[in-house]
C-alpha cells in the first residue's frame, strides 16, 4: 500500500506539470491580455475626452497608441518583459510554494481573492452535497426494491423530468415563480444574506441565510438528483440479482437482514468510493450560471470573469490549486476501494 500511495504521489508531479504547461502555453497566444486591454481602454478614454488634457497627451498620442517607454513599462508591470519559458518556471517555483501571485485587477493575492469567494461556493456546493446524498441513496434502495412498481416507473418520471431541465432555467423559473417576478414575493432575489444580517440575532441569522440559499440549492440539487438516485437504484439491484442473495433468501433470513447486512456494503461500493471526490469538491464547486442568476459571488463567477479579462494569475493559480485538489481527491478515492472492500489489493496489480 505504501510503494502504491507513493507511486501515486510522484506521478502526481508530471500530471500536474503538463496542465500548467499547457494552460500557461494557451495563455500566451490568446489575444486580448491584459497589457492589449489596458491600452484599449486608455485609448477609448483618450478619444473620449478628446485628448484634452496634458497628462493623457503624455500618455497616449491619439491614433498612434502609446509611447514606446509606457509600453515597456506596462509589460514590466505584468511581467511580460521576461520571455515566456523564464516566466513559467518562475511561476511553478512559485506554486510550489503556493505563492500563487496577486490578481491583475483586483489588487490582491490570489489565495485571499479565493478565499473571500468560498464561502458562496461552499454554501451552494455543501448543501448541495449534503441534500444529494441523504435524499438520493434511500430513494434509490426503494426504487431497487420496488423495481418495475408504480411507485419505480413515477418516480423515475419525475426524476427524468427534472434532469432534463437546465439549473439555469430552474432558477430562473423559481425566481419568477418565487422571487417577487409575476406570482410570489417569497424568497430574496440576491445574495447569501441581508443587508441588516449583523443586526440580527444567532436564530434570525441561520433563518435568513437558509432563506436566501434555497432557491440556488434547488436550482443545484435538481440536476444532480437523478445521477445519484440511478445509480444508487442500479448498484443495488445488481446485487440483489446475485447468489448470494438468493443463498441467504434460501437459509430464512429476512428481507431487511438481506439488503442491510449482505447487500448493502457491497451495494455501496460505487458510492461511497465517490464520496472524497464529491466532498472535497462541494468545497470548490462554483455554478457560473447559478451564481450569476442569483448574485452569488463565488468562485464559478470568479473563475469566468478572470478569464474575460485575461487575468492570468487568478486563471493559473486556481487552476494549480484545483487540479492538485483533484488529484488528491481522486487518490483518496482508490484507497477508499480497500477500506470498503478488502478484497481490493493494490500490489497484486503492481507484480
Not at 207 to 224: C, E, K, N, Q
Request: charged fraction near 15%; proline fraction near 4%; hydrophobic fraction near 45%.
Amino acid at each position: 500500500m505504501a510503494a502504491y500511495i507513493l507511486k501515486r504521489l510522484l506521478l502526481m508531479i508530471p500530471t500536474l506539470f503538463g496542465v500548467m504547461l499547457l494552460t500557461f502555453v494557451v495563455t500566451q497566444f490568446v489575444p486580448g491580455g491584459p497589457v492589449e486591454q489596458l491600452i484599449h481602454k486608455m485609448q477609448t478614454q483618450g478619444q473620449s475626452r478628446g485628448e484634452a488634457s496634458g497628462g493623457s497627451q503624455r500618455l497616449y498620442r491619439g491614433n498612434a497608441g502609446l509611447d514606446k517607454e509606457k509600453l515597456a513599462e506596462l509589460n514590466k508591470l505584468y511581467g511580460f518583459d521576461k520571455p515566456a519559458t523564464e516566466r513559467f518556471f518562475t511561476m511553478i517555483s512559485n506554486y510550489v510554494r503556493f505563492d500563487l501571485g496577486d490578481s491583475y485587477y483586483h489588487q490582491q493575492s490570489v489565495v485571499q481573492l479565493m478565499a473571500s469567494k468560498l464561502p458562496v461556493s461552499i454554501s451552494l456546493g455543501l448543501w448541495t452535497f449534503i441534500l444529494v446524498y441523504l435524499s438520493c441513496i434511500p430513494l434509490g434502495i426503494i426504487k431497487a426494491v420496488k423495481d418495475g412498481t408504480p411507485f419505480d416507473i413515477f418516480s423515475s418520471t419525475v426524476i427524468l423530468i427534472g434532469y432534463a431541465i437546465p439549473g439555469f432555467v430552474l432558477g430562473i423559473f423559481l425566481l419568477v415563480l418565487f422571487g417577487g417576478g409575476s406570482f410570489w414575493d417569497l424568497f430574496p432575489l440576491r445574495g447569501l444574506t441581508s443587508d441588516n444580517w449583523e443586526t440580527l440575532s444567532w436564530f434570525g441569522k441561520i433563518t435568513d441565510y437558509l432563506w436566501h440559499i434555497t432557491l440556488p440549492v434547488i436550482s443545484l440539487v435538481v440536476g444532480s438528483f437523478a445521477v445519484m438516485t440511478i445509480l444508487t437504484k442500479n448498484s443495488f439491484l445488481e446485487e440483489i440479482r446475485k447468489q448470494y442473495v438468493l443463498t441467504a433468501r434460501a437459509k430464512g433470513l429476512t428481507e431487511n437482514t438481506v439488503l442491510y447486512k449482505h447487500v448493502f456494503r457491497n451495494a455501496m461500493i460505487p458510492l461511497v468510493t465517490g464520496f472524497p471526490s464529491a466532498f472535497i469538491g462541494a468545497f470548490f464547486a462554483g455554478s457560473i450560471l447559478i451564481e450569476t442568476i442569483f448574485s452569488l459571488d463565488g468562485l464559478g463567477l470568479l473563475a469566468y470573469e478572470s478569464i474575460l479579462k485575461r487575468d492570468y494569475p487568478v486563471v493559473l493559480g486556481s487552476l494549480y490549486l484545483f487540479t492538485l485538489l483533484g488529484l488528491v481527491a481522486k487518490l483518496i478515492t482508490d484507497l477508499s476501494y480497500v477500506l470498503v472492500d478488502p478484497r481490493i489489493q493494490f500490489e497484486s496489480q503492481n507484480n
